[in-house]
């Protein structure tokens, strides 16, 4: 396979039918680390919302098993992504997360806002530090995918188009992004978090958290209070993943998929784990458990899955 023969497969789709593909290979074989990498970034926009950030301290869940919330994201998004919207798999996936959202008062703005960070920030990542740009296809392609995913998780009122996902982020955020204790808190413990991951943790976490703030815009910054970085220390870490980007473009064609499970980020189940059990069970969650998992008669949120 030649370096841009998936681009040139990605192409061949449909973004309108077959845009699970296309996600797919993007994730999984094109962009993974940088797909990855942006939408831990991404996860620090979300934290920057008070009502978000806030909710997330409150849960204990963030700070006191922030890396099992973690491993419980990427596993659940994974198992979507993998198997398909309407596999069981998948259809587990995206119950598991309706269970979890129908314990909490989350409004459809702050849905909203969560489905756009998945759209937006992966493509402005790679159009930063990808070792290619993403066509329009793809984009359009990811945009459809988060839509279905979206209309699965029963969110209203969902941006048609990659732009209108855009314009939502950025007036969002320019609305929303506040200073919260709660939301300062989960982030600082998602940032110990990925100092861990490797290879991060072969360096010093003061250079890791250096490096990462350095990536970090300046609304984001002052949402957290942390300190603005300077010119330098910005060029020197834009210029670090520029410089990869011109590297990998030399590498092979990844033609075995890499998923959330293969990263060595996930450490919770060594001994594998079942789709059905990742996650929290709240405690104010009015579904029935039996041995773990969910009565099916008893969803607690009806959604366009469920129909
Ligand atoms: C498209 C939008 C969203 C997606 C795809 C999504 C995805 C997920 C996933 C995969 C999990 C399970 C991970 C885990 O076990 O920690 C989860 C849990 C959770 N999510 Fe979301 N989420 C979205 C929006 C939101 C929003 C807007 C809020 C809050 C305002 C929120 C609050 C929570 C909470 C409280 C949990 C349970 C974990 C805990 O107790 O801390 N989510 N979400």
Not at 44 to 73: C, H, M, N, S
Not at 250 to 258: A, D, E, G, H, S
Request: charged content about 30%; hydrophobic content about 35%.
């Amino acid at each position: 396979m030649r370096r841009f023969d998936l681009r040139r497969r990605t192409d061949r789709l449909d973004p309108e039918t077959q845009y699970e593909e296309i996600a797919r290979i993007l994730a999984t074989q094109e962009f993974p680390w940088d797909i990855n990498q942006a939408l831990s970034f991404a996860l620090f926009r979300t934290y920057a919302v008070p009502t978000i950030g806030r909710l997330l301290f409150e849960t204990g869940e963030f700070t006191e098993r922030v890396q099992k919330r973690y491993d419980d994201t990427g596993l659940i998004l994974d198992a979507v992504l993998e198997n398909g919207l309407t596999s069981d798999p998948g259809r587990a996936g995206i119950r598991r997360m309706n269970q979890m959202h129908g314990s909490y008062d989350i409004s459809n703005d702050d849905m909203r806002y969560v489905l756009s960070t998945f759209v937006v920030i992966p493509e402005r990542w790679i159009e930063d530090f990808g070792w290619r740009k993403l066509t329009r296809n793809e984009i359009v392609g990811t945009t459809n995918y988060y839509r279905a995913l979206g209309k699965y998780m029963g969110i209203k009122e969902i941006p048609e188009t990659f732009e209108a996902f855009e314009k939502f982020l950025d007036d969002y955020e320019r609305e929303h992004f506040l200073f919260d204790s709660g939301g300062r808190a989960v982030a600082d413990s998602t940032l110990d978090l990925l100092c861990t991951f490797p290879p991060n943790n072969l360096a010093p976490a003061a250079l890791i958290k250096r490096f990462s703030w350095a990536l970090m815009d300046d609304p984001l910054l002052d949402a957290f209070a942390y300190r603005r970085p300077s010119r330098l220390a910005r060029t020197l870490s834009r210029g670090a993943l520029k410089a990869r980007a011109r590297l990998v473009r030399f590498y092979p064609v990844r033609t075995v998929p890499k998923f959330a499970r293969d990263l060595p980020n996930i450490r919770s189940y060594p001994n594998g784990y079942e789709v059905e059990k990742l996650g929290t069970f709240p405690r104010t969650c009015p579904v029935q458990h039996t041995n773990g998992t969910v009565a099916p008669e008893n969803t607690a949120s009806r959604t366009a899955l469920d129909a």
